[in-house]
């Protein structure tokens, strides 16, 4: 998540310019060593961050600080994000990657609540003595995520960390407990108000004498930024009390801007736009080479300013300054306000505040141009919900209007399995990209609306819009739309040939753009990569996407490790499918839950399982599968999982699931009129015919695998053919008929992997040991025997047991918890090995969860005593 550095990180506490309060330090020193939770509660002005700042500089060197000051519009999201960031100094051992945490809790329920405990282990964990978390500004978190995240940790915090918040009213949370257990100290508008001896104070310090002291005092009524008007900002001007109220802040607020240095006054009002305030940013904006100096000017007259960083030397204006500052430029220059705005949008990387910049200026298209052109990442970054949350903000009569949002509700319903709402959302931009003539965009959404139909079994809906699509006279994101929704069609028609060379071309095209975005899209799934000729085209596309992936550990890579091991599975390398198959899951673990990964991991571990004759554990795995089907996925990807588990069921001899599996997709098949085609009339024609088999009614099975032979390409999802043909050849031997089996057979000895061969083990091993003569010739006969060779010691039960204990670790986890135990941190481990800091932090994850341990300490400890015990003499003899 791109978030301003400012967010997290404390601001500066200024000499000189802060009246010494030491009673009031010490209240809120003893707060923070008695009490779990600190609540500074008081309206605008009353010094809360300026009184933390204070309070952290004297806390001891050891003391964990993580710093979150929150704006207007943040949510759980947005919260959660900054506290990531705040606590990524101190190596928290996260057992799930951040970015995964906040997905999860994004969706919410219990969910969150799990979110919220596996934070606070992190927490517990971390290798530091004490820690404080401040929020500051927490009124602006009026989201109810928010709210019960942060209940949670009131509850559940332990004693190590302490949770300070400081907000102008209280937030509804969950805070009697506390006061009622005697953990939270409570400061509000009394405790914070200015004493009549510290207003005496000020007012001699500003040159006024006693007599004006008391008068001073009952205007202000200890509110010190009142006071701070009262007394006047402008150097070498007659300082007398003013008469102060809060209601007057504004007009108070103006007349110190009146006052300023004409050259000062236009900076402020200018770069009032601007979250943050440093030179380089102010010039960016348009100012000329005096920013720094006026920003200088700023912070010695303390104006309303707060210093949150050194290096570069970096200013926050408070935020009533800053809105009566932008309200007086829209009063005086609204077009240049305007395009302040838009300019300032430009120069923000944090998407949230780059949108509210786009919208204040006016420009909810524009907004909404950047949005749907950052939408693949922004998923990355914010998860599905956020992203809707972001197209949420924009004004209903709007949203409803504009096909770019419509287009990025689709993009997040898409990734959450919500196809017909996406659909939705694609035919309403489809309409309103026409009528605006924006025949780009209308046929972008066209494209990608026909992926949705395929994905619901629409097949004649989505030929009609493909019908005008040519990828191959298109460019860019059109092409590799066109092509995706055309492989995809190819593939659910069942013209499985076709698949191949569609994406080849695909590959071909994302090989030309460095978007991951765009790879992660085109991810393969496993009946895709069953299909005839895939196996060098996804070698092609996994290698190139790991270029792409580089060190990141993010979702895609999940997704192509995942693929990739389909591929070896299908070719018939199984080593290799299981090394990268508990790869993709221990990032699956780390990324948080993903569905896509746990069903396509789930399906491969069952056809392991099947070809080691773990039967049971293999039909098991495939109705767990299928009782987690998602909902939005619809009937047709019910029906396809239902298809996998009934040829898992056929494979392995369960007759009763086979059955159940049959009669569920007839009933769902009688919803899907595009299941059956003209060239497709028998879909369930293979199974049927292995029915027959395991009922002993061989010549009906024979008759059935013949005709599914016969009607060519169509039946041939998941490999059938390649099933078809082994167990027909099987049949055909046990009647003496070598010459018919070597003839059904030959076909599939073409193909450079085994393929749905895959599916009838213990028939490759028969047909590999026969004595075929000259029935085969000798490259076919060589290719079936090392298929043969290949496969044999995986139907040994146990071939895929753990490993034992002392080799849990690999090699590159042991480099990492050796790092650990010398003291290094993880951004130390990173630049020793050679690493990203979150490949280091997904090993540490692996490490603890594979050895049982807690914490990086823990880790060191089990380590240091392995590395002693093998030293120790005769450990190894």
Not at 765 to 773: E, I, K, N, S, T
Request: hydrophobic share 45%.
């Amino acid at each position: 998540m791109a978030l301003a550095h400012t967010k997290t990180r404390a601001p500066r506490p200024r000499d000189g310019l802060l009246l010494p309060r030491p009673a009031l330090l010490e209240q809120v020193s003893r707060a923070l060593n008695e009490q779990r939770v600190l609540l500074l509660c008081a309206p605008a002005g009353y010094g809360k961050t300026a009184l933390l700042t204070q309070s952290l500089a004297a806390q001891p060197a050891d003391m964990a600080i993580a710093w979150v000051a929150l704006d207007e519009g943040d949510d759980l999201g947005r919260l959660l994000d900054c506290l990531f960031a705040a606590l990524e100094p101190y190596d928290p051992p996260w057992r799930t990657a951040p970015e995964g945490l906040r997905d999860a809790a994004l969706r919410g329920g219990a969910e969150l609540i799990t979110v919220a405990d596996a934070m606070l282990n992190a927490l517990e964990a971390c290798e530091v003595p004490r820690g404080l978390i401040v929020l500051d500004d927490a009124h602006h978190l009026a989201d109810t995520a928010s709210q019960q995240f942060l209940d949670r940790w009131l509850a559940r915090m332990g004693w190590r960390w302490r949770l300070v918040l400081s907000a102008r009213h209280e937030p509804p949370l969950r805070l009697a407990r506390l006061r009622a257990a005697g953990e939270l100290a409570d400061l509000g508008p009394g405790a914070l108000a200015l004493a009549r001896d510290e207003v005496a104070q000020l007012a001699q310090a500003a040159g006024l004498d006693d007599s004006a002291v008391d008068g001073l005092y009952e205007r202000c009524q200890g509110w010190p930024a009142g006071l701070r008007l009262a007394l006047g900002m402008t150097p070498g001007a007659q300082r007398q009390p003013s008469a102060i109220d809060r209601a007057t802040f504004d007009y108070l607020a103006a007349e110190v801007l009146d006052r300023l240095d004409p050259g000062l006054r236009g900076f402020l009002l200018r770069t009032s736009v601007l979250h943050d305030l440093d030179a380089a940013r102010c010039q960016a904006l348009g100012e000329d080479s005096h920013a720094g100096q006026w920003l200088a000017e700023m912070e010695r007259l303390s104006l309303f300013v707060t210093v949150v960083d050194l290096a570069p030397h970096t200013l926050r204006l408070h935020q009533l300054f800053r809105d009566m500052l932008q309200q007086r430029l829209s009063q005086e220059q609204p077009a240049l306000h305007r395009q302040l705005l838009e300019r300032a949008a430009l120069l923000e990387a944090d998407p949230v505040r780059r949108q509210g910049l786009l919208l204040a200026a006016g420009r909810p298209e524009r907004a909404a141009e950047l949005l749907l052109g950052d939408g693949a990442l922004l998923m990355n970054q914010l998860g599905a919900h956020g992203l809707m949350e972001l197209a949420r903000r924009f004004d209903p009569a709007f949203a409803d209007a504009s096909p770019e949002l419509h287009r990025v509700m689709a993009l997040a319903l898409w990734v959450l399995w919500e196809a017909r709402q996406a659909e939705w959302h694609l035919g309403r931009a489809e309409a309103l990209f026409e009528a605006r003539g924006d025949d780009t965009g209308l046929r972008t959404a066209r494209a990608h609306r026909s992926i949705l139909l395929i994905a619901q079994g629409r097949l004649q809906e989505a030929e009609a819009l493909l019908r005008d699509l040519d990828p191959f006279a298109l460019s860019g994101e059109l092409k590799r739309t066109t092509l995706l929704g055309r492989a995809w069609h190819a593939l659910e028609s069942c013209h499985f040939n076709a698949v191949a060379p569609l994406y080849d071309a695909l590959v071909t095209e994302l090989l030309q753009s460095a978007s991951l975005e765009a790879w992660y899209v085109g991810s393969p799934p496993p009946r895709q990569i069953s299909c005839p000729g895939m196996s060098a085209v996804v070698d092609r596309w996994y290698l190139g996407a790991m270029k792409v992936l580089g060190d990141r550990p993010l979702h895609f890579g999940v997704n192509a490790h995942m693929a990739q091991a389909w591929n070896q599975f299908w070719q018939g390398r199984l080593d290799e499918a299981r090394q990268l198959l508990l790869r993709a899951e221990a990032d699956a673990a780390w990324c948080g839950r993903l569905v896509i990964a746990r069903n396509h991991g789930q399906a491969l571990h069952a056809m392991l399982d099947l070809i080691a004759g773990r039967h049971e554990s293999a039909v098991a795995l495939m109705k767990l599968r299928l009782s987690e089907h998602v909902p939005g996925y619809g009937l047709w990807g019910e029906w396809q999982a239902t298809f996998f588990m009934s040829r898992v069921a056929a494979a392995c001899g369960d007759r009763a699931s086979l059955t159940e599996g049959l009669a569920r997709l007839v009933r769902l098949g009688a919803d899907l009129p595009d299941l059956a085609l003209p060239h497709r009339p028998r879909p369930l024609l293979g199974l049927q015919s292995q029915l027959a088999a395991l009922d002993g009614r061989l010549d009906d099975a024979i008759a059935g695998w013949r005709g599914l032979l016969a009607d060519g390409e169509s039946g041939d999802l998941l490999g059938q053919l390649g099933e078809t043909r082994a167990r027909l050849a099987g049949a055909l031997l046990d009647r003496g008929d070598r010459e018919g089996a070597a003839q059904v057979l030959a076909p599939a000895l073409a193909r450079r992997e085994p393929a749905g061969l895959m599916w009838a083990v213990p028939r490759l091993l028969q047909l590999a040991g026969q004595d075929w003569g000259e029935l085969l010739d000798a490259a076919a006969l060589a290719r079936l025997r090392a298929w043969g060779q290949a496969l044999r010691p995986a139907t040994q039960p146990g071939a895929d047991a753990a490993a034992p204990a002392d080799d849990r670790l690999s090699q590159r986890e042991a480099e990492v918890i050796a790092q650990i135990a010398a003291g290094a941190s993880n951004k130390h481990i990173a630049r020793a090995l050679d690493l990203s800091p979150h490949t280091v932090k997904r090993h540490v994850a692996n490490i603890l969860d594979k050895l049982g341990l807690n914490s990086r300490g823990e880790a060191a400890a089990w380590w240091n005593q392995r590395q002693a015990t093998a030293t120790r003499p005769g450990a190894l003899g």
